[in-house]
């Protein structure tokens, strides 16, 4: 077992809550707006910033050799977009553009897209500086595209000027968001830092979730969270952390219990480290934070940061107000009907929050203005699609190069107005072929699926904090031929076990990859009805009673949004 220590951190203040990451600082020479530090070491350091249509990129390497910068599809060579330069002995500049091919010397693209702005060496620093710039989208097929989503950087250094395979110590990929939105500058010396810290012993199973309870700081009026970022201080914590939820925990004042007489004796602060949120013989006081969830942090994400004026409120029961933010989970139930067919590698899943559930939300909409897209290691693209009446506005969010190990709070390019009546589809496409055979079913772990858009909203609404939908699990299961079944109860999610007929008896996860037929034929009617037949949707406050239950599928007869990527002629 290995001590996996995870830590948020907040600053509090008369009207304003901040956590921060914990970053280690390396000395450059970049001076464009965004930094990242691809090499985790500080010896390969990219920095880069938009200027209209174009992208300008500054690079500081430590080699007096070539330097390889791309952008991937998928984090490899094949179909990448390659900048290679650097600086002759005799002090000339050089640099091509290239295109991946496979894990071979890349080849010469025909059209010169990238441009070199500036070349120099450091000898006495073992340093090159490149600065070069190229358009966003060039309209050239074996160029990548550059937009709001996740773009996998691959990099790679030579040690010497020529350009020749550069060995497996001296190159990486690293995903991030090269287009975002402007996060607004904080005034740290406003804001009060408060810590919540767990240190825990990982216990010798594959998944598992860890309850902690933290106690709050004594507030004597309303505050608002405008910051959330998470703390992960050793490779054991980064290589073992999923994904963290913080919860507002509230005591209703008709139950007659105090917050310190429920949470009192379970609190970090007085030695209890916590313990099994699913474990059926816990005592933790659970139930009384599952309806104020209000962060969801994801493996490689980074500071989430509130617009101006927009911020979560803690400190006593907040209504519906204007700026009060909140968060709303949308996509696929977790359950068995989220099934991934085995070794293929483009399936789609789909999940509604439908009309019947927008229909109740706030005159005047909500305004979502940060995503979070999660799903895991079969996970490949995620879009967050909009629908009013028949036609389909722009996307929420969307991520055609999605990573689990880059998931991010992303503030969106502009906020969305959700108005009464709109509709809502979570599309997820995975891949199963790295499962050889198994199908992958929804569940918690990183094995299993999700299919969630996770949404901060304003204003607040204490009603719902979940729409979702997924296909009705007794139909799902009884297509494949199952005529008997029954479930039983795990501190997670129900388990499936076939019982009839006796050619597909045992786990049905295991008998639906391993004994099940998959046809063409079965195939292709099991996936046009998951995809584009009638789900059963709610919309419910977690740990509430006020949920409500609808049939839905796609809008009828809906025109498509097709967004414009500027290259018609």
Known sequence: MESSIFAIFLWLASTTILTQANTIPHQHSILLKNIEVLDGEGKYILGWEISGDEIIFEIEAETLGWVGFGISPQGGMTGADIFIGGV?????????????IGRMEPRLDVHEDWRLLEAMELPSMGKTILKFSRLLNTCDDEDYPIGNDTSRLIWAMGAADVIQYHGIDRRGTKSTNLIHAELPELDLDKLTRYILMADVEMPSVHTSYRCTFHKGPELTEKQHVVGF???LPSVEALQHTHHANLYNCFVPADSGLTPDEVFGNYTIDTG????????YDTTLPIWYCMTGSFYVWAKGGKTLVFPENVGYPIGEQAGTHQHEAAVITLGHEVDVSLLVPPNISDYKVVGHCGAECTQHWPEGGINIFNSLLHSHLSGRKIKARHFRGTEELPWIDFDGHYDFDYQQNKALLSHVNIQPGDHITVECDYDSTWKNGEIV????????EMCEAIVWYYPRMDTYDLCAS???????IREFGVTQYRTEVTPMLAKYIIEAPP???????????YKFNWTQEFLTEFTQKRRYGIQRGSCMKRGGDNSLE???SYPADFVEYVPDDGCQV
Do not use: K, M, N
């Not at 079913?441 to 299993?448: A, C, D, K, P």
């Open 229 to 231: 970022s998470a703390v």
């Open 550 to 552: 609808f049939d839905v």
């Open 272 to 279: 209890f480290a916590g313990g099994d949120c699913y474990d």
């Open 441 to 448: 079913l929804g569940g918690l772990g990183t094995r299993e």
């Open 503 to 513: 050619s597909l008896e045992g786990d049905f996860q295991s008998s639906i990859s």
């Open 470 to 476: 997924s296909y009705e699990t007794d139909a799902h």
């Open 88 to 100: 002759l002995s005799d002090g000339s500049p050089y640099s091509q553009d290239r295109f991946g």
